[in-house]
């Protein structure tokens, strides 16, 4: 299926949730990001379950310092 995570397109094989996609697919570390699918945002808690659909279009937005 393919996919659009930050302007970027992926293609992946398979049902593939929102952990799964950073985990195992971008190699992301989980801590300090903001997930937001078709320009809804995604609990954390709800990573795991949720399962991206072709054609989503997936916003990541990591926190930084500043000042």
Excluded: R
């Excluded at 049902?15 to 990001?33: H, K, N, Y």
């Amino acid at each position: 299926m393919e996919i659009t995570v930050n302007h970027q397109p992926y293609s992946i094989t398979g049902s593939c949730s929102v952990i799964q996609l950073l985990t195992a697919v971008l190699q992301i570390p989980e801590s300090g990001i903001a997930v937001a699918v078709n320009q809804s945002v995604v609990s954390k808690s709800d990573w795991s379950a949720y399962h991206l659909q072709p054609g989503d279009q997936v916003m990541l937005i990591k926190a930084t310092q500043g000042g």
